[in-house]
């Protein structure tokens, strides 16, 4: 079983900026990329970015790119996501995701959850 926790959420004014972890841990026998993605109340959850088990690859949605950073330390099984320039409309829920494997944008696709954190950007 894996388990997943994510921390760093919170109130901020719009412009500014917060980072988000998730702590990986229990059995990841594998390879495995790692998937950020956030719901909003009232919406369906959306892909926000992605990472490759090497950290060569990464996708970002076009409402994030420029602004957001993915990353990764696999030796602390640890993902990131560096946000800057928020916006109002960056409020919502933001949950990690473990795909074994390659990277998918595809929520479906992904095998593991952490709880999820709130991020409310203020205007």
């Known amino acids: 079983q894996v388990q997943m926790v994510e921390s760093g959420g919170g109130l901020v004014q719009a412009g500014g900026s917060l980072r988000l972890s998730c702590a990986v841990s229990?059995?990841?026998?594998?390879?495995?990329?790692m998937g950020w993605f956030r719901q909003a109340p009232g919406k369906e959850r959306e892909f926000v970015a992605t990472i490759s088990w090497s950290g060569s690859v990464t996708y970002y949605s076009d409402s994030v790119k420029g602004r957001f950073t993915i990353s990764r330390d696999n030796a602390k099984n640890t993902v990131f996501l560096q946000m800057n320039t928020l916006k109002p409309e960056d409020t919502a829920v933001y949950y990690c995701a473990l795909k074994w494997g390659t990277t998918s944008m595809r929520a479906h696709e992904h095998n593991y959850w952490g709880q999820g954190t709130q991020v409310t950007v203020s205007s």
């Open positions: 229990g059995r990841t026998f594998s390879s495995y990329a």
